[in-house]
């Protein structure tokens, strides 16, 4: 069994066991996972949305809730036009919720059904005409429908696309386009999912219904050096930093650049907010002079009635409480009066805290289920959905949780992928996504839990028809993949039902761990396809080879779809298998096991489960924790039934035998009581009955030498 474990830095791991105060152990498995700075660490250590990305950063988004807000007020007809799969069916959920509650009243939704292509298509342009549709909100496509887009606006229909996909060479003539991925977009992150970008956008119009909207202001601290007083202050437009100033000028006044700087920075007649304006204001006389009449507003008030805790400290004393200062490169006091502002003027408001903290349900099954990278922004999202749908789901999730075992349950990434995701998933691919959509807009618990019972009869048809197309096309694929020399898999069938060409792509995929083309050959004469790969391919970019053969594609890197005439697969598929043969062969990649840590026995401590809950959640870019333990010993074994596919037993390293569970194991008969071995492991917990239990779950094992 090969071992890989990266080299870390002991200088950036010290940096991070003293800054954030972590454990040994815990800042060297960060690091060696690319964790280098504050901003890095920030995603890792916080669960609070007040740290997510402000969607006004994107230009575009101040265009869309101008238009959105207008169509509201003149209850003018909107459409919804979302995807069938999990993303764009919480996405079209998420959107509804956000402006019905909004006040929108002539709003409806529309997502393809049975064997409808992806996106925007022509006879969807005419249907939206035809019924007098003024504005058309897309969520999770629109970014590729140039054609159809411009047809619409010539007709009199405003777009807003909502999505996340790459866009082509061409941007639709829209509206307004929110898609993280346009380069040049403004937004800080290009990896949100689209029922996350939906939801950005229904903060920002509840926001634009916030005095916030369109404020600008500059908080200022200023405190006493040796001789001198040094002033901090951040400007701010809607809670968005645009500029600050750090300047020391002498105690007691006289002329100084450094004072011409500050006064030009502050005398532009905005709201100065401080903490405790009266020990600011003697501050200021004392760096400016009495003669110079500076108004404050002191968040004192505010503060201490959200905030009882801060009651009676100072601006030092809060400083060395709070955590947000840690993340940035600036004075403490400042970082601190900052943060606590943004906190203080976004929980005043529930349509942008508690209310937006709803939505994080349907992103983080959303951002979940479309695989995208478990970083930045999108580990605050689906800790926040995962921590609300564990304590308090919503009335829509309510059955469909309790039918899958998992009420009470601390849900984690794997329970939403294995559990709650392919039922929502089964409609669509049974050409029925409007059944799924119902449940997440169900508010009556009677109701959801019909529409749950539908969905789970759904999802076992799903699973009958995926087992019977993969026997169809099992030869087909070891053929595929033989002739490729175990560079791709490439398989195309009448027979394949165009909503499972997604799911057949995923086991081939991951079965032959190289990227996986399904073509479904339609009755009308088009072909509907799916690709999927592992992390080291790029999806959409292997179809960018091939985008002239195709009437739309689009994806990202691990997932991607065309629709094209079928006439035109005799032509593509040999360019495809042709093209494969530059794409690296899976026997090519080393076989070594990677791994985070690899401990000696004193390490092995409830303390890695604490580690492991840290990295969670765990996805894309981010996987779960592995551990390489030497000469553990298994201390007891329990008997295995002929049929069983999996090993139970403890394994003791260090003081404790811990319970150990290894699915699929290889030559499980070999190993007996007393035996030493080496293991990978994984932290994980057994839940039953309500119970929690620490268990290992091996990934591999070895007798050791």
């Avoid at 609300?388 to 789901?393: D, I």
């Avoid at 409007?434 to 009677?446: H, I, K, T, Y």
């Avoid at 195709?550 to 994806?555: S, T």
Wanted: hydrophobic letters at 40%; glycine letters at 6%; aromatic letters at 8%.
């Amino acid at each position: 069994m090969e071992i890989k474990v990266n080299v870390s830095d002991p200088a950036k791991v010290r940096a991070l066991k003293d800054i954030f105060s972590l454990d040994l152990l815990s800042a060297t498995v960060l690091e060696r996972r690319g964790v280098e700075n504050a901003k890095d660490a920030l995603f890792y250590l916080e669960s609070d949305m007040i740290y997510q990305h402000s969607p006004l950063e994107c230009d575009d988004v101040f265009t869309a809730i101008e238009r959105i807000n207008e169509a509201i007020e003149e209850k003018e007809k909107i459409l919804i036009f979302g995807d069938r799969d999990v993303d764009g069916i919480t996405g079209t959920a998420i959107l509804y919720r956000g402006l019905k509650k909004l006040g929108a009243e002539n709003l409806s939704y529309r997502l393809p059904e049975g064997d409808e292509p992806y996106g925007l298509t022509g006879n969807l342009v005419d249907e939206i005409i035809s019924n007098e549709y003024s504005l058309l909100i897309t969520v999770d496509n629109g970014i590729s429908a140039v054609d159809e887009i411009l047809a619409l606006e010539r007709s009199g229909v405003d777009v807003i696309v909502l999505d996340h996909h790459i866009p082509g060479a061409v941007l639709p003539s829209a509206v307004a386009l929110f898609d993280p991925k346009i380069p040049g977009s403004g937004y800080p992150f290009d990896s949100l999912s689209g029922c996350a970008v939906a939801a950005k956008m229904i903060w920002a119009l509840a926001f634009s219904r916030t005095p916030l909207f369109g404020s600008d202001c500059i908080v200022l601290h200023a405190e006493p050096r040796n001789g001198s007083i040094r002033i901090n202050a951040v400007r701010l437009e809607n809670l968005i930093e645009i500029d600050r100033i750090t300047e020391e000028v002498a105690d007691g006044g006289g002329f100084s650049q450094a004072k011409d700087r500050l006064m030009s920075f502050l005398a532009v007649n905005l709201p100065i907010i401080v903490l405790d304006a009266d020990t600011e204001k003697k501050m200021l006389y004392r760096a400016f002079g009495k003669g110079v009449d500076i108004m404050l507003e002191d968040m004192r008030p505010k503060l201490e009635s959200l905030m009882p805790k801060a009651k009676g400290h100072s601006i030092f004393d809060l400083a060395m409480l709070s955590k947000a200062a840690r993340y940035h490169d600036g004075d403490k006091e400042i970082e601190t009066l900052v943060s606590l502002f943004r906190s203080i003027s976004i929980y005043s408001y529930p349509a942008i805290s508690r209310e937006y903290d709803e939505l994080m349900e349907f992103a983080a099954i959303g951002t979940i289920a479309d695989l995208m990278p478990m970083k930045d922004e999108n580990r605050l999202i689906v800790k926040r959905g995962l921590k609300m749908l564990s304590s308090k789901p919503l009335d829509c999730f309510k059955p469909l949780l309790g039918r899958q075992n998992l009420t009470g349950k601390k849900l984690n990434t794997r329970d939403i992928s294995f559990c709650v995701a392919p039922v929502l998933n089964a409609a669509g691919r049974l050409g029925h996504p409007s059944d799924a959509l119902a449940l997440l807009l169900s508010d009556d618990p009677l109701e959801a839990d019909g529409l749950t019972e539908n969905l789970l009869e759904m999802n076992r048809k799903r699973q009958m028809n995926e087992e019977e197309a993969l026997l169809l096309v099992k030869d087909k694929a070891a053929e595929s993949y033989e002739k490729l020399s175990g560079k791709a898999v490439i398989i195309s069938d009448s027979a394949i039902p165009r909503g499972l060409t997604g799911a057949i792509a995923s086991k081939l995929s991951k079965e032959y761990s190289v990227l996986a083309v399904v073509i479904a050959a339609l009755d009308d004469g088009r072909a509907s396809a799916s690709v999927r790969c592992p992390d080291c391919y790029d999806a959409k970019a292997f179809l960018s080879a091939f985008e002239s053969l195709f009437d739309d594609y689009g994806g990202h890197r691990c997932a991607a779809g065309f629709s094209m005439q079928s006439t035109k697969l005799d032509v593509l598929i040999p360019m495809m298998e042709n093209y494969a043969s530059s794409l690296e062969s899976s026997s090519d990649s080393t076989d070594a096991i990677a791994v985070d840590a690899d401990i000696p026995p004193e390490y092995m401590t409830q303390n890695l489960w604490k580690l492991s809950e840290l990295l969670e959640p765990f996805g894309q870019e981010n996987e779960i924790l592995r551990i390489y333990i030497r000469d553990a010993v298994i201390s007891d074994i329990a008997p295995m039934k002929s049929d069983q596919k999996f090993l139970r037993f403890s394994l003791r390293y260090g003081k404790y035998a811990w319970p150990a569970v290894w699915w699929n194991a290889e030559d499980k008969e070999k190993y007996k009581k007393g035996m030493h071995v080496n293991a990978v492991f994984s932290p994980d917990v057994n839940y039953w009955k309500g119970m929690e239990k620490e268990q290992l779950l091996i990934k591999n094992m070895e007798v050791a030498e």
